[in-house]
C-alpha cells in the first residue's frame, strides 16, 4: 500500500457558519497535515482554510481544481502527488465532497490504487433535511435535480410518488435556488394531499426554514421561498 | 410557536470512538442545555452522556425510551415536556438519530405542533461508506435491509442492478453483523462482473475496512468481513 491520503475535508453549508458549530475538532489538525488540497473553486477554499492556517501556511499549500469542468485525464496528475506519498485533501464549496458533489471519480481512482481515503465529519444538507422532515428514512432515495422542463418535471413528480408509496420510501432532491419557488409550486400542486412534503431552506444559517407537512396542508397555507438553497423531501405513505 | 425544543444529538458510531475526532464543540453545550432527553437504550445512552457530564448532572436529567418497542401513543407523552417549553434531545445507540433509526415519527409530531427541531452533525456511516466508496453520488437510494429469504435476496439484488442502471443510481443498503458474509458472497454472485460493489466496515474504529472494485475483481479477490457492522454499496455503470 502507498503510504499517500486523501482526506475529504467536511465544508460548512454556508459561509456566515461556525466552524465550532459543526466541525469536529480533529479537522483543524487534519488541514494542517496536508501538503497539498483539491479545491472544487479557489476562492472559496481560501475562505476556509483560513479558519485554520496562518497566511505563511496558507502560501505555502499548493491548490489544485477539481469541479464539473474537470477531465478524467485530469485525475492521474491529481493522483500524482499521493502515489509519491503526499498527505492532499478534497474540498467542496459547501457540504460534503462526493455527495451530489465532485471528487467520487478521484476516489475511485484513488481506491483503485490502493491510497488510503479517510472522510471528515460535517454538515450535509441531505442528511439534515432528512432528519428534520420527520420523514420515514428506513428507506429513501436522492435524485438530484428533477426535469427542469414543466411537462417533464411533472410526469417525473408522479413516478416518484408513486414510487415512494410502492417502496415505502421517502424521495429527497434539491434544486438551484433561483428555481426553488417554482419546483414548490409544482410538488403542491401535483402530489396527492395525503402525501407528506418537506422543504428545508438554508439550512444551519440563521434564515434556516423547515416546514414539513401534509400536501392538503400546503394548499391551504404555502410559503414564500427566497433564492436560497433548498432541499425537497416528500413521502406517500 | 411553543418555547419548548427537540434537539437531535448526534453518537458515535462505536463506543471506542473520540468524541472530538467526530463531533462539534457545540454537542457538548447542547448536551448541558438538555432538561431531559430520549434515547434508544438507556446504558448506551449512560455512556454518551457522561462524556458531557458530571455524575451529578446525569443523576438530575430524566431519560425516557423511544425504540422499536414504542407505539404511536407513547409519542404523545414524550412530547408532553416540550409542549410545556422544555428542551430535550433524543439519541441513538450510534450514529444519527431519524437516519435508518428510530425517530422520524416523533420529530413528525414536533414539526406538527411547532415544537423546534434541530439537528447536530455527526458520524453517519451510510454518508460515510457512500463519499469512501467513490461510487457516485449524484443519485442515491437507501434501502434499509434486503430480505432474508435467498430466493427473495437474488431477486431483490438483480432488480436493484436494474434499476441503478437504468436511474444512473448507487444503491445502498444495510445487514446485521452476524450476516453480512452471505450478503457479500450474494452480491458478488449475482451482480455483473463490471458492476462496481463496495463494503464499507467498522466505520470510524481501528477496524475499519473500505474495499471498493469491480465485481469481476471481487470474484478473483474477496474478503473474509468479520461480524462488524457494514454497509454495502453497489452502482452498475
Known sequence: MSEGKLILLPNLLDEEGVAEAWLPAAVAASVRSLQGVIVESEKTARRYLRKFLSHEEMARLPLRLLNEHSKSADLEALLEPLLRGECWGLLSDAGLPCIADPGADLVWAA??????????????SLLLALQLSGLPSQRFAFHGYLPRESALLEKKVEELELFSNKENS????????????????????????????????????????????????????????????????????
Not at 481506491?111 to 450535509?124: D, H, L, M, T, Y
Open 111 to 124: 481506491q483503485n490504487r490502493s491510497i488510503q481515503v479517510e472522510a471528515g465529519v460535517g454538515p450535509c
Open 170 to 237: 421517502t424521495q429527497v432532491c434539491i434544486e438551484a435556488p433561483y428555481r426553488s419557488q417554482k419546483l414548490l409550486d409544482c410538488l403542491i400542486q401535483r402530489l396527492r394531499p395525503t402525501t407528506r412534503l418537506c422543504v428545508a431552506a438554508s439550512l444551519t444559517t440563521v434564515r434556516e426554514q423547515v416546514v414539513s407537512k401534509q400536501v392538503g396542508a400546503w394548499r391551504s397555507q404555502s410559503v414564500v421561498l427566497g433564492k436560497e438553497p433548498a432541499v425537497f423531501l416528500f413521502f406517500s405513505p
